[in-house]
């Protein structure tokens, strides 16, 4: 890295992997470097300093209208020149010494590598040009000449001006490399930290099949894999998570030579098939790791697998810059202009303003209809709709409360809806523009055309830290790396049901008796959905395993609390071959559910396959801080059969420090509290169920939802009861629930109680950290009197 100032950044970062990390076991590519002094000599030889400086004088910075025009003739400048005598005699030399030891002749990449390029701070990435499968010495210098040439490409010129480099302070040397042969293999990119949010926790492998053109360009779907970091250094099993992209196009090698690539389309059979094998990912992991801590800086990466030796490479590393400063976190306050009159009110989920369209959906059968920016009007949403709601910036429904499947699925999705409207069916029709603004806090209001409204940022600089711990509910693993970016303290319940039900898909017991299962459209969904498996059980325990280790990764080492599955019977039956095995029954929210399944036999082995996803999280990735809680535990002696069930299926509680923890949301659980304690190392409680259970009433009817109040005195005793009974015993309580962010005097509430911990929907999370903290500072001056 000493010899940057000659040879770039690129080149520097080529012959330092060569000489420190080869040692190492990683493999990188072997070539030579022309140097910028070269470059230099190319432009004095043919004058060509003042002839460039004259036109880029002549750049109107300011608009930059002719640009195009002054790079073209700077590149034009160049490319009609020839190279001094002793530079291209040195280059010569370099080539035929490399393609004897090769034995054959040889082909390289030809890469641009500018003084000022991969530096922590500028890294000029896909700035200038490079060429790949060059052979033949006359190849060779036109490339180069093209490399120089591109120093002056319209986008670098732009990129100077915008970093404050100088155009003629910045040198070109070129790389010569010798071509790794991932035209009949596969290439692509890592990056040491995870690179939208910058998680550090992580390693991201992404890639498809043939030269990596196609990923550097972002031009394929590919392939994506997540390394877990400590697992790697424990050499334990360090992918926890990977999405099989379709890899549409490949780039292969032409006819010929020179720039001597072409596109085309990849078999079908290929894009099925992940680029690497979960021991090639291990290996690049490990290599990553070391290239890494030998910088000190998180780092771009490119590999290439050779598909004619098989052999992986390192063929470049440079910083990443990206998150080499840290992005503020803000929060986003909403105010309309005008004043209305609403066509329609409910209960507000999410605290935006949204206009769009209105599309209304009976059923599933209307989802074609649905565009990307509609607004979703139903008389109830069910889980079926998933896929379908994800197009919509809103939910407006006749039916349901602040806690129904809408609800719920509005938060996930980070927009906002209006629930209980018990009219929008009627009032609002197909095409109509509406404005849905869930601004004013508990109330939800829908106005009809587009209004105007206020959009406030406030910069979170400095987040109150609180005594009592402030989590996530979370049910979506894929947005668990921003919000682990957000200030918490882990996550109090990890809902596996949206899991099952948004990745896998399918019943478990229609996986273990999938032999049995009649041969119809649903199996065949099945078999698509597990064509990888040969072993149908496998494909639930994998598939699960990875969506709960890369929520475990994210906010690792911090606690992640999942709860075991909770769906009820007419939820189950809906997953793919539930029917076969589900009942109906006339109250599903008090049926077959939660605890009673897992012992029963119409689930156990079910169960089995939950737990066994568990283990592996825990056992074979490493990733300890994954805790489990049991769902609506109706009794005591039902707490033992799920412990001992657990315990034959290899998850004992305290064994590798496992903590179990219990759902608390039945009256039952806090009357018999003390002997919960003694079985349970926490409580958390639901304080939906809980509250709908001690009031007697249906927390879904949009009739009665006006009666469902957490503040009501039954539930705050019922609560405060329950932590004073659990602290006696030593055991943690939480709570899970969006009304200490609705409601600062329940929140107050809950830390007089001294509760530990509270979690929160991540739209209310910034809220509510701020009302524990108004909480605690007026808690205090209470204790102090």
Not at 1 to 29: F, H, R, Y
Not at 379 to 388: E, G, K, Q, V
Request: glycine share 8%; with cysteine; hydrophobic share 40%.
């Amino acid at each position: 890295m000493q010899d940057l100032a000659k040879v770039g950044g690129k080149n520097a970062s080529l012959g330092e992997m060569i000489q420190k990390l080869t040692p190492l076991g990683v493999n990188v590519p072997g070539g030579f470097a022309i140097t910028a002094g070269a470059y230099y000599d190319f432009l004095s030889y043919n004058e060509l300093n003042n002839k460039i400086q004259v036109e880029l004088d002549m750049l109107d910075r300011a608009t930059l209208d002719n640009l195009p025009q002054v790079g073209a003739r700077c590149r034009d400048l160049i490319l009609k020149a020839t190279f001094p005598e002793k530079v291209q005699r040195a280059i010569a030399d370099a080539y035929y010494e490399f393609v004897a030891a090769e034995g054959k002749v040889a082909t390289f990449a030809v890469r641009s590598s500018a003084t000022a390029e991969d530096s922590p701070t500028a890294s000029f990435a896909g700035q200038h040009d490079s060429f790949l499968n060059v052979s033949g010495l006359d190849n060779l210098l036109d490339a180069v000449q093209r490399c120089y040439a591109s120093l002056f490409n319209d986008r670098a010129i732009k990129y100077r001006m915008d970093n404050g480099f100088d155009d003629m302070q910045v040198g070109q040397s070129v790389g010569i490399q010798l071509m790794v042969r991932a035209d009949k293999g596969s290439a692509g990119v890592i990056f040491t930290i995870e690179p939208e949010t910058g998680n550090k926790n992580l390693i991201y492998v992404t890639g498809a099949w043939g030269l990596g053109e196609s990923v550097v360009q972002g031009a394929v779907n590919t392939d994506e894999f997540y390394l877990f970091k400590p697992a790697i250094e424990a050499d334990k099993r360090s992918l926890i998570y990977s999405v099989l992209g379709n890899k549409q196009q490949m780039v292969v090698y032409g006819a010929g030579s020179g720039k001597n690539t072409t596109w085309k389309e990849t078999p079908p059979a290929l894009r099925d098939q992940y680029v690497l094998t979960d021991d090639e990912i291990s290996t690049l992991g490990k290599w990553s790791l070391s290239i890494e801590r030998h910088y000190d800086l998180p780092m771009d990466i490119e590999w290439a697998k050779d598909g004619l030796s098989g052999k992986l490479y390192i063929v470049q590393a440079r910083p990443e810059t990206v998150h080499s400063t840290n992005r503020e976190l803000v929060l986003k306050e909403y105010k309309l202009s005008t004043r209305e009159t609403p066509l329609l009110t409910g209960k507000a989920v999410g605290r935006s303003v949204v206009s769009g369209k209105v599309s209304i959906v009976k059923s599933l059968a209307d989802g074609a209809k649905v565009e990307a920016g509609n607004i979703i009007v139903a008389d109830i949403t069910n889980p079926d709709w998933n896929a379908l709601l994800k197009k919509a910036i809103c939910i407006v429904t006749n039916k349901g409360g602040r806690t129904s499947h809408a609800s719920i699925i509005a938060r996930e999705l980070g927009i906002p809806a209006v629930v209980g409207t018990m009219a929008a069916t009627e009032k609002l029709v197909d095409g109509q523009e509406i404005t849905v603004s869930c601004a004013g806090g508990d109330e939800g209001y829908i106005y009809n055309g587009k209004l105007n409204w206020e959009e406030k940022e406030t910069t979170l600089q400095s987040i109150a830290r609180t005594k009592t711990k402030p989590m996530f509910i979370l049910a979506d693993p894929q947005k668990a790396l921003l919000y682990a970016s957000y200030p918490n303290q882990g996550v109090g319940l990890l809902r596996m049901e949206f899991m099952i039900s948004n990745s896998l898909q399918v019943h478990p017991m229609a996986l273990i008796k999938y032999n049995e299962l009649p041969d119809d459209k649903e199996k065949k969904q099945i078999d698509a959905l597990t064509r990888h498996y040969i072993d149908k059980k496998q494909f639930f325990v994998d598939k699960l395993a990875q969506s709960i280790a890369l929520v475990a990764a994210a906010f690792y080492p911090k606690e992640v609390i999942v709860r075991m599955s909770d769906f009820k019977t007419n939820e189950y039956a809906k997953l793919l071959g539930g029917r076969l095995f589900e009942q109906e029954e006339e109250n599903p929210m008090l049926g077959f559910r939660g605890a009673s399944r897992y012992y029963n036999e119409r689930y156990r082995e079910g169960f089995g396959l939950e737990c066994a996803a568990i283990r592996k999280v825990r056992n074979e990735m490493l990733l300890t801080n994954v805790k489990v809680m049991i769902p609506f535990c109706r009794t005591v002696e039902e707490g033992k059969k799920v412990l001992d069930v657990m315990s034959s299926f290899g998850l004992e509680r305290k064994k590798n420090d496992l903590e179990v923890y219990v759902m608390a949301e039945i009256p039952s659980n806090i009357l018999l509290a003390a002997e919960f304690a003694t079985l349970f190392d926490g409580f958390s409680i639901g304080s939906n169920d809980l509250t709908q259970l001690t009031l007697g009433l249906d927390r879904d009817s949009a009739i009665v939802s006006d009666l469902f109040n957490e503040n009501d005195a039954s539930v705050l005793y019922l609560i405060r009861r329950l932590i004073e009974v659990a602290h006696e015993h030593g055991v943690k309580v939480g709570l899970c629930g969006q009304a200490p962010s609705d409601y600062p005097d329940f929140a107050r509430f809950l830390v007089e109680c001294g509760i530990d911990s509270i979690s929160f929907n991540p739209d209310a999370l910034m809220r509510g950290i701020e009302n524990i903290a108004l909480a605690e500072a007026e808690v205090k001056v209470v204790f102090n009197t």
